[in-house]
């Protein structure tokens, strides 16, 4: 299957052409909602299968977004791709195709908001039954029921950064004939490839690392080809495709993938040890760090530690908004894995509608900050951190 040995390789020759349209080096953007044929013969030998053709119309497919397929599947390690407009409609989508009605599916705890929203408002109203535990695999175990049909998990989690026994969790999966899906938004294939480890389905947000210019919204699912196919006749019916332009900038992005993952693991381990010698944080959340309850888990399945790093700054939570502001490399909005750096408070951000107490429940502090360290200079991002630290 894989031609090429490293993920550079991969992300720059993997679905290319050797010559392009118009002689292009770089693959096209090929604006066309539609592919018309030649005659009505030729529809019919289509349709038989007699002649090999990949489009037919837009919202099955396009050139720019199978090249960039290509390479989405080949750096996951799997059979094949398919990319989405959105990371959440790679999530919705996905688990549309596969459940189905009073079905079981286990969620665990620290998901995206948006993922967790979809299980208990949309996948609850059509009678799929849900379960939303801690993301811990004997926690999963005692969940599963007789009709308990997908265990869904992200690895490492938001916003604190736990990471789920992946191998633990293919062992249970597979005694108890389960389907595994793992949103590994947070690591990337760069840091961890859970297909390696028999997870059946992989999710990504292109939107974060694999686009990596905070220009872009686009997700992906990565699979069996089999049950990819099942998921793409969902998508012609749903619609969530990827436009021309944004695979083509997904594309462009991916060339420097590997570089920017080395520089976002680099600058996220240096800046985590910083807030960790930082009298004033806390806590200090980042996978990376042997302080981290769950590092022994991450040494062995995750080749780098990304850079999302939080902490919890001495203080409440005026303090924390304070340092929030006082940043100024740093741009205050959600979102990571882009060349800036982003910093966010989940308590006046996504969780902002919850009351002190609710927020508590949910295991979301007021003191809690967000950093996406980006691929600046690690000197100039500590400067910043050490300046809004000194200025409480
Ligand atoms: C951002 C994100 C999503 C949603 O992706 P969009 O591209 O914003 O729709 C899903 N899961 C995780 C872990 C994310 O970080």
Redesign the pocket.
């Known amino acids: 299957m894989a031609k090429y040995k490293g993920d550079s390789t991969r992300s720059i020759h993997q679905g290319e052409r050797r010559i392009k349209p118009c002689d292009s080096i770089t693959t096209p953007v090929v604006q066309s909602s539609t592919f018309p044929f030649e005659n009505t013969q030729a529809i019919c030998d289509f349709f038989d299968g007699k002649v090999q053709r990949v489009e037919e119309y837009g919202r099955y497919g396009n050139f720019t977004q199978h090249v960039a397929e290509e390479k989405l599947k080949e750096l996951d390690r799997g059979e094949a791709a398919l990319l989405f407009s959105?990371?959440?409609?790679a999530?919705t989508t996905t688990l549309l195709a596969l459940l189905n009605i009073r079905s079981h599916i286990i969620f665990t705890s620290d998901c995206?908001k948006?993922?967790r929203q979809f299980a208990t408002e949309v996948l609850e109203k059509y009678q799929v039954d849900t379960s939303i535990v801690e993301p811990d695999v004997e926690k999963i175990e005692a969940a599963i029921k007789d009709n308990t049909r997908i265990i869904f998990s992200?690895s490492p989690t938001?916003p604190y950064l736990n990471v789920l026994d992946l191998k633990a969790l293919v062992q249970l999966a597979h005694r108890k004939k389960i389907m595994t899906i793992i949103?590994s938004?947070?690591a990337s294939p760069y840091n961890q490839r859970p297909i390696e480890f028999g997870i059946d389905l992989v999710i990504h947000?292109?939107?974060?690392y694999l686009g990596g210019h905070n220009d872009l919204?686009?997700?992906v699912a990565i699979g069996p080809a089999q049950q990819i196919e099942k998921i793409k006749q969902y998508q012609g019916i749903l619609g969530p495709i990827p436009s021309p332009w944004t695979c083509y900038l997904l594309i462009r992005g991916l060339k420097t993938f590997a570089l920017r993952m080395a520089r976002h693991n680099h600058n996220g381990i240096e800046v985590a040890r910083f807030l960790e010698g930082q009298k004033k944080a806390e806590r200090v959340h980042y996978p990376g760090l042997e302080s981290h309850p769950h590092h022994h888990i991450a040494r062995k399945q995750m080749n780098g530690y990304g850079g999302v790093v939080s902490f919890e700054l001495k203080g409440d939570r005026e303090a924390a908004s304070r340092f929030v502001d006082n940043l100024n490399l740093f741009y205050i909005t959600p979102?990571f894995g882009g060349p800036e750096s982003l910093v966010s408070q989940p308590a006046v951000m996504t969780y902002y509608e919850l009351d002190e107490q609710q927020r508590k429940k949910k295991g979301i502090k007021d003191n809690l900050v967000r950093l996406s360290v980006g691929l600046e200079d690690a000197e100039d991002l500590i400067d910043d951190l050490r300046q809004a630290f000194d200025r409480l």
């Open positions: 959105s990371g959440m409609s999530v995206y948006k993922t992200e938001n949103d938004t947070f947000s292109c939107t974060k919204i686009a997700g979102s």
